[in-house]
């Protein structure tokens, strides 16, 4: 069993950036995809970017060369680093775990992202 926990939304101004944390338990987790998906209200919830084990990653076409996805194994973490932010980044923003590239096992509870002036 994996359990993730987010942290690192809030609210930031239009052009600011954000790092969101995810920190997971369990002992296996340099094995699993990691990834960010994300939901705004009103939309289904999308994938933004996955991780794989060896670094190899993934991204949505909305947000790369804004959005970076990154893990320290040693930590059990994995990060999205959200720069250039935009209205339209305003979300709950999800971590999953999978053991392929196309499944997410386990998810995070959400953190809100609110991109606002």
């Known amino acids: 069993q994996v359990q993730l926990v987010e942290s690192g939304g809030g609210l930031v101004q239009p052009g600011g950036s954000l790092r969101l944390s995810c920190a997971a338990s369990?002992?296996?987790?340099?094995?699993?995809?990691m990834g960010w998906h994300r939901q705004a209200p009103g939309k289904q919830r999308e994938l933004v970017a996955r991780?794989?084990?060896?670094?190899?990653?993934k991204y949505a076409e909305s947000v790369k060369g804004q959005f970076t996805i990154s893990r320290d194994n040693a930590k059990n973490t994995v990060y999205l680093q959200m720069n250039s932010l935009k209205p339209e980044d305003t979300a709950v923003y999800y971590c999953?775990?999978?053991?392929?590239?196309?499944?997410?096992?386990?998810w995070g509870q959400g953190t809100q992202v609110t991109v606002s002036s």
């Open positions: 369990g002992s296996i987790f340099s094995s699993y995809v």
């Open positions: 991780i794989t084990s060896g670094g190899s990653t």
């Open positions: 999953t775990g999978g053991t392929t590239m196309t499944s997410d096992n386990y």
